[in-house]
């Protein structure tokens, strides 16, 4: 019984407005609805993620009335469960069941692998409102895959330098979860740091499932002018609680998920002054982002973070690509060469466009975490414009060396 | 010398954190052969049912008796309704306890949401102390002292009181101590509602320190089975000393040797169960 | 016999039918999965059914098997059949080290013991990342086949998956017929009256452990061809337990028991989720009530329903007493 599946008709729920849009538009009552399959999470580790991406995809239908270039939006939602073999599933459910025109989704970087040749061979646009893996927009690029968001280095580049050369910091110790987005972020935060003539003295990897991180934050080193933090899901509440606990000894700069918005609402003074680098930030003064974040905030009770803004930009990605083909999304070809040239002239990021891998080019802010309105904020104390995934190095030479690891590139200074 | 002193520290706290984990689930196995797989779901639900006691208003001490109180009785309840029709049959309580931790584990997401929450520690609790050199916060001395207490009450009910008397009768034979009259459906109840109480209680315990976050339950439950068997199961003290050696050999395992940070915790086990395959302090099963 | 190969032989024709009448290749790549599961599962029941060691870590042997043919077929670039006997013989060997260990335990030793194996793998496909991808796995694992044998269609990748799973059902059913299948049931039920009338209870707990790991190599095997990426969630505790629950929800000790059960959650996995939001609720619910209705799962619950309902008729009643396990 399809009437009871969970997918919905973004637009029902406000008939008048639809029969205003009807009525400017006739010939969208003709035409089928656009149809986009969403992959979220919405059980286990990873379900708060998944429900702030439905909360960003559900405003930007709401914004949209829930029509795309003319045409009804149906959206398809299905949960990943965050296992790889469960995505692919859904992805074939999405593809083979449901025949959608475009996927948005999925959360992780290691769905959107599992999805990766399947999408190849399918060939169905695929927009990430999340999944940062670097080489999936640079080694191992998909004609069918576009991001909406930054590569998991991408902001980091823009910290690193800004803790050498604003921050004057010296000697830095690493710790960052034990998986792939922990090990691009610190690679990238490293390596600009360095060439800036930081040092990266001590790396830590605690295991993505540590049940305690005293034994690591007992190792972090005091004789440094900072710890450097890249944490994903709820693993940065905890261990900047627990370093609290520790007293603290050494300032911390982070990564964007460390302090994202999306966990700030459950940190507590410990995130006070920690100082980080994202590709959005909900203070930050972009053309359309003060109406976004006010919008959500009115609407969900809550600042928009990483997923937020993530899905609502991977949507808006998509209504400009419909835009640019007229509604005609049946041809897949001229609907991903529409997605692969989208440019925004505003939104949560502000301008952005896509670099010719299919990565955007975005602002990237340095920003601290201060109380302001009673509650926790990332207030921006410096913008970095056009950022690129590649940041100031060339394309070729970047795209030449190994992708971003836990060992690469080498670390020269550890021990110092 | 520091890092001696404050990694042995570190290794005590989460010992004892493993120790308010794995008790009650060893108390179960010992007396009723139950390895009750929802352990690690209901540490979990204690965790936010204390989190949303202290959300309400009460106090930190009010929040963890309130939750080991509801996680207890939820405990006798599974028991009496449920486990109680399946006595002795390893298979369908496996099914079973792993079908109602999935039920636990869901509704608490439906219930709470995804977001990861900190339960702070109660405020005299709060900030570190300095021992030596070496830094160490207040909240993890009390839990190393706090297990050690509810260890210390557990044998303390086990070896000196009538009930302990009963429990170790049954454990040794129920049948016989059906006979001298003991009334072993009360007793397994009983032990059940403890069993799970301490469960809850060790969930509002180590809240401040794991915070409480959906898929808590999936990190904390292969933890409490490797205590028990490293120990040994259904023994007290072997509860207590499996804790103890896990808590150090995780510790200084990690820090010492990071490239084997994920299998340090089974090295071991697999070494002692090759050895003494009832684990350190257990009887021979069956 | 043929009375008792009937059901499956129907039940494997509506599978392979399946092609015939989808209207969409979706419901011929959830078939191939319930294959897949069904053969994993079938391998774990000859531990937990027939040999009373319950496992808590059997997705170390198709977890062996899928990193091993990924990346010989990946990194190594070697031809896919190739590649898949090396990822056999391969499991096979590290199986038998494996067993040395686990094979000194039974009850709630040998749960653990085969958790702690698997839990090292995972952990080196975790931690091991030049190797092994990390969490991001290994993709682009070519399937085998070409012109003559269109493995990348769904269909055929579907029948290719049944031929595998009635060779598991030919195969295990002999067994289990066989004198050692019956030895090894009577080391189930009473070891050591087995050892003192003279019987290697070691040696015949070592071939069912062989056994499970062949035929759990097989669905790693087509597991890392169907999804055509490895990565180290399918040796997570989890994916164990989700094996577990399909042998004893179907009924262990049963042949068609782990087919059934894994049919059941593979489908609400993949297909009740269509519908149902909380479909992870759904599938704990699932198992509470299997258990108080068919304690001893679905297959077993049923015939004794069948059972009852003759016994209602004026024949003699068929004899019905639960087996005694001596150790549990």
């Known amino acids: 019984m399809p009437t009871l599946t969970k997918r919905t008709v973004a637009c029902s729920w406000l008939a008048a407005t639809a029969l205003s849009a009807l009525a400017a538009l006739p010939a969208a009552a003709q035409q089928p609805p656009i149809k986009v399959g969403f992959m979220t999470v919405r059980s286990g580790a990873l379900a708060a993620g998944g429900k702030q991406m439905e909360q960003g995809m559900e405003y930007c239908l709401a914004e949209r009335n829930g029509m795309m270039g003319g045409r009804k939006v149906e959206l398809i939602t299905v949960d990943t469960a965050g296992q790889p073999a469960t995505t692919k599933t859904r992805a074939q459910e999405l593809v083979e069941r449901e025949r959608v025109n475009a996927i948005i989704g999925p959360l992780a970087a290691f769905e959107a692998l599992a999805i990766d040749d399947y999408i190849r061979q399918v060939g169905v646009p695929v927009i990430s409102p999340s999944a940062a893996a670097e080489d999936l927009t640079q080694r191992k690029q998909n004609p069918w895959f576009v991001r909406a968001v930054g590569t998991s280095a991408q902001a980091n580049h823009a910290l690193g330098e800004y803790a050498a050369k604003d921050l004057k910091l010296k000697r830095v110790v690493t710790i960052g979860d034990d998986f792939a987005f922990g090990h691009e972020a610190t690679a990238g935060f490293q390596r600009a740091f360095e060439d800036n003539g930081g040092k990266v003295v001590q790396k830590l990897w605690p295991p993505l499932n540590v049940a305690d991180y005293g034994s690591y934050i007992s190792q972090i080193r005091t004789d440094v002018d900072a710890v450097y933090a890249a944490f994903a899901g709820g693993n940065g509440l905890r261990f900047l609680q627990q370093y609290a606990e520790y007293g603290a000894p050494v300032k911390v700069i982070a990564q964007m998920t460390t302090v994202d918005e999306g966990i700030l609402k459950s940190m507590g003074k410990e995130a006070v002054g920690v100082i980080s680098s994202g590709w959005y930030t909900a203070t930050q003064d972009v053309p359309g982002n003060k109406e976004f974040a006010a919008g959500i905030r009115a609407k969900y009770g809550a600042d928009p973070g990483y997923y937020t803004a993530g899905a609502y930009a991977a949507c808006a990605f998509l209504d400009a690509a419909v835009k640019a083909v007229d509604g005609k999304v049946e041809d897949k070809q001229a609907l991903m060469k529409a997605l692969r040239s989208v440019k925004l002239e505003k939104g949560p990021y502000g301008e952005v466009t896509l670099d010719e891998y299919g990565n955007p080019i975005m602002n990237v802010t340095i920003r601290k975490t201060e109380e302001k309105d009673g509650r926790l904020q990332n207030v921006v104390i410096k913008t970095y414009p056009k950022v690129t995934q590649f940041w100031i190095y060339d394309p070729k030479a970047f795209l030449a060396d190994p992708v971003y690891s836990r060992d690469y590139p080498p670390a020269k200074n550890l021990g110092q | 010398m520091t890092f001696w002193v404050s990694q042995s520290l570190n290794a005590l706290a989460l010992g004892g954190l493993l120790f308010m984990l794995a008790s009650g689930f060893s108390l179960i196995f010992g007396l009723m052969r139950v390895a009750n797989l929802a352990h690690g779901a209901l540490f979990m639900l204690g965790a936010y049912l204390g989190l949303a006691a202290v959300k309400a208003g009460f106090g930190f001490w009010a929040a963890a008796a309130t939750a080991a109180v509801a996680v207890g009785l939820l405990g006798g309840i599974i028991e009496r309704t449920l486990l109680r029709r399946l006595a002795g049959r390893t298979l369908p309580q496996v099914l079973l306890t792993l079908g109602l931790a999935f039920i636990i584990a869901d509704a608490c997401l439906m219930t709470w949401g995804g977001d990861p929450m900190r339960l702070p520690p109660p405020p005299e609790l709060s900030g570190a102390v300095r021992i030596g050199d070496a830094v160490f916060p207040r909240y993890r001395l009390f839990v190393i002292g706090a297990s050690a207490a509810v260890a210390l009450g557990l044998w303390l009910l086990v070896e000196r009181t009538r009930a302990g008397a009963m429990i170790r009768a049954a454990v040794d034979d129920v049948g016989m101590a059906r006979a001298i009259g003991v009334s072993a459906s009360t007793l397994f109840t009983a032990v059940f509602c403890l069993g799970t109480a301490l469960a809850g209680l060790g969930g509002v315990i180590g809240g401040p320190i794991l915070s409480v976050y959906p898929s808590l339950d999936q990190d904390m439950l292969p933890l409490a089975l490797l205590v028990v068997i490293l120990g040994g199961a259904g023994s007290l003290v072997g509860a207590f000393v499996g804790a103890y050696a896990i808590g150090f050999i995780y510790t200084f395992g990690q820090v010492l040797v990071p490239d084997l940070a994920y299998v340090i915790l089974f090295l071991p086990m697999i070494a002692v169960l090759s050895v003494a395959p009832q684990g350190l302090f257990g009887r021979r099963l069956g | ?328």
Request: with cysteine; net charge positive.
């Open chain 3, 1 to 328: 016999m043929s009375a008792r190969v009937l059901p499956f032989a129907v039940a494997l024709a509506a599978m392979a039918m399946v092609p015939l009448f989808s209207t969409s290749p979706f419901y011929v790549n959830l078939t191939s999965q319930v294959a897949i599961a069904a053969i994993g599962a079938l391998g774990l029941n000859v531990l937990v059914g027939h040999a009373g060691l319950n496992s808590l870590g059997f997705a170390v042997f198709p977890g062996l098997t899928a990193y091993l043919v990924a990346w010989l077929s990946t990194v190594g670039g070697i031809d896919p059949v190739a590649a898949a006997l090396f990822a056999l013989g391969g499991t096979m060997m590290v199986s038998a080290l494996f067993a040395l260990v686990a094979l000194r335990t039974t009850g709630l030793g040998f749960v653990m013991i085969t958790m702690a194996l698997c839990q090292i793998v995972w952990g080196a496909a975790y931690r091991w990342t030049s190797v092994t991808g990390g969490d991001n796995g290994l993709s682009g694992v070519p399937r085998p086949g070409g012109a003559w044998l269109p493995l990348e269609k769904p269909e055929y990748f579907l029948w290719l998956c049944l031929i595998v799973l009635a060779l598991a059902l030919i195969q295990l059913g002999r067994f289990f017929d066989s004198p050692l299948g019956v030895a090894l049931r009577g080391t189930r039920d009473q070891p050591r009256r087995m050892g003192a009338v003279g019987y290697d209870v070691w040696r015949i707990r070592f071939v069912a452990w062989m056994l499970a790991a062949a035929w759990g190599a097989a669905a790693g095997l087509l597991y890392a061809w169907y999804h055509q990426f490895v990565s180290p969630h399918m040796m997570a505790v989890t994916a164990s337990a989700e094996v577990l629950l399909m042998v004893v929800a179907g009924g262990a000790g049963t042949l068609a028991g782990p087919l059934i059960g894994a049919a059941l959650v593979v489908l609400l996995k993949n297909l009740a989720s269509i519908w149902i939001d909380r479909w992870v609720m759904l599938l704990g619910f699932t198992f509470v009530v299997i258990v108080l209705l068919m304690p001893d799962g679905i297959v077993p619950g049923f015939s004794r329903l069948t059972a009852w309902l003759k016994r209602l008729r004026p024949t003699p009643a068929p004899k019905l007493v639960p087996r005694e396990r001596a150790d549990g």
